[in-house]
């Protein structure tokens, strides 16, 4: 499923487990207009502002990708959004070894 209908201000909280610290690539996936989101873990910014880009439609899905890095463990992780856009996933793929 996906979340639309995103305004100003709008946030997404989510506990996550980090299995290994590390770097990490995250792909946000995305359809609709242009819009400003950031990723934070624990209360602190894990991304810089990640601007999204226009698709033809609301359902025309396509990545954003950046790498972060992560520490270990249970953690709280919020999507701090600005409207624009609809989200459908997050993914977090680990880089290296």
């Not at 033809?56 to 790498?67: C, F, H």
């Amino acid at each position: 499923s996906a979340v639309g209908w995103i305004d100003d201000g709008e946030w997404l909280r989510y506990t996550v487990n980090v299995k290994a610290p590390g770097r990490y690539r995250l792909v946000v996936r995305h359809a609709g207009g242009e819009g400003d989101l950031r990723i934070e873990f624990e209360g602190g910014d894990a991304t810089e502002t990640l601007r999204t880009t226009s698709t033809d439609n609301w359902q025309d899905w396509t990545d954003l990708a950046t790498e972060i890095d992560l520490r270990a463990g249970v953690q709280t992780m919020f999507v701090r959004c600005n409207s624009g856009y609809n989200l459908r996933r997050l993914t977090f793929v680990p880089l290296g070894g």
